[in-house]
């Protein structure tokens, strides 16, 4: 079986230094819903923690392994640099003034006729919230109650990821060749390939052969995933990848979806997902995120794995269900 066309991002994975800190910039600053506090199942001393919208949906789901003590990542080639949002058009003033309400410093561009805010997490990586003339995004997404962020102005799931790599050709053969992407457009250097999705379908590849590769640390993006349906085109990809020469893994059961990985030309690491079986696997939807959920493999050593995990108030500001309100 060929596989369909990908049809966009699925979830993005950084590192993080300071958890509590993370929690705080993503839910209060940024207003999205930890919808899952997890460990890392290859490291149990450590947290995954995962944001995104109330229902934690693909395209919108970005994720942490935080280490307190970690040092920072040196940004550079054959990795993702910079994790974009959409938001309304209509909602960029309110962006300004809530950035600088958090004495947040932040950049202004325009790019394919898009207006965009740039910063950075507090571990420093590159965010972009991108302003949408037409609202497509807007009904794909259902965003958290918050008590100072009103609807109209939240985060709509990802709108791109901006890749950096030595010579763009390999990755973009790749992203037209084999995930059925087609470029948009070329600007100051920037290709932009979308795919078929209606939530984080952008993908823009910026060759930057001045600088050297990328050193992973607090801040850098460890990997971006792609979505599959289900268990069957997944081994379709990982079958059809294999052939064309990619370096694919086994199926990995990450509890929430499973996954298979690989290098794309440049270095970076992509993974593909399955949409399945998602959040509300091991907690109903209205209390996704709001205590430490663990695969059953790990269950029995949960007292241990509490005790060496680094104290943490996930619902810190009252949680989605308490700031419910407008
Ligand atoms: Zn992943």
Redesign the pocket.
């Known amino acids: 079986m060929t596989p369909p066309p990908i049809q966009g991002l699925h979830?993005i994975?950084a590192f993080a230094g300071d958890p509590q800190r993370n929690v705080d910039f993503y839910t209060q600053v940024l207003g999205q819903r930890l919808v899952k506090l997890t460990v890392n199942f290859d490291d149990p001393g450590t947290y995954h923690l995962y944001y995104g919208d109330y229902a934690g949906q693909p395209g919108t789901i970005l994720t942490f392994f935080p280490w307190p003590m970690a040092r920072r990542g040196v940004r550079g080639t054959g990795e993702i640099s910079a994790v974009a949002y959409s938001i309304p058009h209509s909602a960029l003033n309110f962006w300004r003034e809530r950035l600088t309400a958090h004495q947040i410093p932040f950049g202004e561009e325009t790019r394919f006729g898009q207006p965009l805010l740039t910063f950075s997490d507090p571990d420093g990586m590159m965010l972009e919230l991108v302003g949408q003339e037409a609202d497509v995004d807007t009904a794909a997404t259902t965003p958290p109650p918050t008590n100072d962020i009103p609807t109209a102005y939240a985060l709509r799931g990802f709108h791109s990821v901006t890749l950096w790599v030595r010579t763009a050709e390999p990755t973009a053969a790749l992203l037209t060749n084999s995930f059925g992407y087609q470029l948009l457009g070329e600007e100051n250097g920037r290709r932009r390939y979308t795919g078929t999705g209606n939530l984080g379908q952008l993908v823009d590849v910026v060759a930057r052969p001045e600088l050297g590769r990328g050193s992973m640390g607090a801040g850098s993006i460890h990997?971006i995933?792609f979505r599959t349906a289900d268990d069957t085109e997944q081994l379709a990809w990982q079958t059809t990848l294999t052939q064309q020469g990619y370096g694919v893994t086994s199926v990995r059961d990450r509890q929430y979806f499973n996954?298979i990985y690989f290098r794309e030309p440049s270095g970076a690491l992509f993974?593909i997902?399955t949409d399945p079986p998602g959040f509300t696997a091991d907690e109903p939807l209205e209390n996704l995120g709001q205590e430490l959920k663990l695969p059953y493999w790990l269950e029995p050593n949960r007292a241990h794995i509490m005790q060496i995990l680094p104290p943490l108030d996930a619902q810190r500001g009252g949680g989605a269900e308490a700031q419910r309100g407008n």
């Open positions: 979830h994975t990997h995933a996954s993974e997902a």
